[in-house]
């Protein structure tokens, strides 16, 4: 293990309305470099809620969001989107690749807004993010002319393709049969074991949840002791 | 960063191919109509002023004030109710009194040219025809710095006026309608009773039928003899270097002279309001075109806003800020301003070099007119700029809404 790349402090999520609803209670959570943690737990459980907490999309009602070492509390949009293009990852059940895009053009986005404008070298490494995930040959290739499995792999070159340290995946393999989503599983926890990062993933697989170096079962928003 | 949003925008258009070329096409049409229906309108407004400016003195000193003397009585009582009985009106001469001083004054005045002239009603008659005239006494060299009409003279010569007093230069139309032709004696009677005969030396023609077939220049001390007020005059036509400071100009010398001073904007200022008010409705019209197309713009992008939920949460989730989402939507009523704007500007200028081709005969002209195009850079870039305008304006609301999706309410529904 290395060092901490992201830290929940007691982070709460509460919708306000008519009715309120607590979508994570209390959430403590540390994950490091090279580890995987799996996110398991009943639908409408929080896992996802947790998971956009910890990829800064969403906001706390309560609680710290640390991100290597920084306190988040304080930071504004254009802060949080920064650090989502730099540091981190999301990998989602549905691909979401842009459909007007080849593959290669999905995967050079992040890496084009980040403001990498040399062509050249963007392509370079989004044909070697792609080809390090078996796809070499499906780099121009639309969304559309794609397999669920392909699709999907896409969408985690997409979310390397500025190097995070935190990879965030939402049920990466809820969409894709027996063969694919084993595929993806290998790829996922190579990210952490062979890569380095630290890795969070959502996932209702038994099997897939028990390759991860660490479980979580989350249940009415409280993560299970 | 902005070449990447106009690559997406340029991408969520091509997608929606027909819906683009549809709004498209509205900009198209919109610039086409606006560029050439405001060059046309701009191009006959400048017409009148320049032909108002030209062809017109700049300022007229007239033999009258603007405010009537009153009697001594009235200006010690200004306040009282006055009535005066066996009032007996005073015999004059009616015209401008010390003329030549005041020429002499103008002329010293930089910038500007003066010239008198005694204008009077007369009858014109020859072999048993009569008809009214307009008799203008001028000093041809003065009369021709400060007029066009030597420009319009299509026989004889105007400055022939100086070397033969006898002499008459009278319109084409007038020539035709008397039978009349260079060298003719024609026998002009004025309202005075005198009756004198003229040779034509010269004919005009301007165009405007009501000058061309009514008025009559004369070297000024015959005019002056005919309508017996010697030494008199009752205009002073001035041409000024710079006809847009007429206004000023045309006050300041009111204040020197005290005769009623009139600048070519005052003469002219119904016809100046109702050009304005042309401009309103004209402009009023053709930004409607342009209103439509951009509600057509408004449409495509509001549909592909609505279309592109999951796609703008996902670029959120990978870094794109919220002002990022509106300006990739901006971009794209951009794009459709400024392709509309390439094809709108060279449809419209097709549509202006044809209007150039029609002709027609307006009343009151005895020429053949064309449309007058007004081609300045000014026209093209307000068509340019109000098309953007409106496409910007249309992509704004739809945009503001993409800045504003949470992209946590998408991928809760999406996933």
């Known amino acids: 293990m290395t060092a901490e790349v992201i830290r929940l402090e007691h982070v709460t999520r509460r919708l306000q309305g008519e009715v309120p609803?607590?979508?994570?209670?209390d959430a403590s959570l540390r994950i490091d470099g090279g580890e995987c943690v799996a996110i398991s737990g009943p639908s409408g459980s929080g896992k996802s809620s947790l998971l956009y907490l910890m990829g800064l999309l969403d906001l706390p009602t309560a609680g710290r969001v640390w991100l290597r070492g920084a306190d988040t509390a304080g930071y504004g949009e254009a802060e949080r989107s920064g650090a989502r293009l730099r540091m981190i990852g999301f990998v989602f059940q549905s691909h979401f690749l842009l459909p007007e895009f080849s593959a290669c053009e999905n995967v050079m986005l992040p890496m084009r807004r980040l403001g990498i404008h040399d062509e050249t070298t963007i392509r370079a490494r989004a044909c070697a993010l792609l080809g390090g995930l078996g796809l070499e040959d499906q780099c121009d290739k639309r969304p559309r002319q794609l397999s669920g499995g392909q699709s999907q792999r896409v969408a985690i070159a997409r979310a390397l393709a500025n190097d995070p340290m935190?990879?965030?995946a939402d049920e990466p393999t809820g969409n894709l049969d027996s063969v694919a989503s084993r595929n993806v599983q290998r790829t996922v926890l190579a990210l952490a074991h062979e890569q380095g990062r630290a890795v969070a993933v959502v996932t209702h697989d038994a099997d897939f949840a028990a390759q991860?170096?660490?479980r979580i079962h989350i249940v009415d928003g409280r993560i299970q002791p | 960063m902005i070449r990447l949003l106009v690559?997406?925008?340029?991408?969520?258009?091509?997608?929606?191919?027909?819906?683009?070329?549809v709004s498209l096409l509205g900009v198209v049409l919109g610039v086409s109509f606006f560029l050439s229906i405001s060059a046309m309108m701009r191009g006959s407004e400048l017409d009148i002023i320049r032909r108002l400016v030209d062809n017109a003195p700049h300022i007229t000193?007239?033999?009258d004030y603007r405010n009537p003397t009153l009697q001594p009585v009235a200006q010690s009582f200004p306040e009282a109710a006055i009535e005066l009985h066996h009032v007996v009106p005073q015999t004059e001469t009616r015209g401008i009194r010390g003329y030549p001083q005041i020429l002499d004054y103008l002329r010293r005045t930089p910038g500007l040219q003066a010239s008198a002239v005694l204008s009077g009603q007369a009858l014109a008659s020859f072999a048993g025809k009569d008809r009214a005239i307009g008799l203008n006494g001028i000093v041809a060299s003065e009369y021709a710095r400060v007029s066009t009409i030597r420009r319009y003279m299509v026989r004889g010569s105007l400055d022939e006026l100086e070397v033969n007093p006898s002499g008459i230069v009278i319109g084409d139309?007038?020539?035709?309608?008397?039978?009349?032709?260079?060298?003719?004696n024609l026998n002009v009677a004025s309202t005075a009773g005198q009756l004198r005969t003229f040779k034509i030396i010269g004919l005009f023609h301007t165009g405007r039928s009501d000058i061309d077939a009514g008025q009559a220049f004369v070297a000024l001390k015959r005019v002056q003899s005919l309508l017996n007020r010697p030494n008199r005059i009752n205009t002073i036509v001035i041409k000024l270097a710079d006809p847009d400071?007429?206004?000023?100009?045309?006050?300041?010398i009111e204040q020197r002279v005290r005769y009623k001073t009139v600048s070519w904007q005052e003469r002219s200022e119904d016809l100046m309001s109702a050009l304005a008010i042309r401009s309103v409705i004209m402009y009023a019209v053709v930004g409607a075109v342009l209103l439509v197309a951009a509600f057509?713009?408004?449409?495509?992008?509001?549909?592909v806003v609505l279309e592109k939920q999951r796609d703008i949460a996902i670029l959120r989730a990978m870094g794109f800020e919220a002002r990022d989402i509106e300006r990739m939507f901006l971009a794209q009523g951009a794009l459709i301003g400024a392709i509309g704007n390439v094809f709108g500007v060279g449809l419209g200028c097709g549509l202006m070099a044809g209007l150039m081709r029609i002709h027609f005969r307006v009343p009151g002209s005895t020429d053949v007119n064309y449309l007058v195009i007004d081609w300045s850079a000014f026209q093209f870039a307000l068509a340019a700029g109000v098309a953007m305008l409106a496409a910007m304006t249309a992509a704004y609301l739809p945009a503001r809404r993409a800045a504003k999706v949470e992209p946590v309410d998408v991928l809760r529904g999406g996933t």
Do not use: K
């Open chain 1, 21 to 25: 609803v607590t979508l994570v209670d």
């Open chain 2, 7 to 21: 690559d997406i925008a340029a991408r969520h258009l091509l997608a929606r191919r027909r819906q683009s070329i």
């Open chain 2, 245 to 252: 400071a007429a206004r000023a100009e045309a006050a300041r």
């Open chain 2, 296 to 303: 057509g713009i408004y449409n495509v992008i509001s549909t």
């Open chain 2, 173 to 184: 139309e007038l020539a035709r309608l008397m039978s009349l032709s260079m060298g003719n």
């Open chain 1, 166 to 168: 935190l990879v965030l």
């Open chain 2, 61 to 63: 000193i007239e033999d």
């Open chain 1, 212 to 214: 991860a170096d660490r």
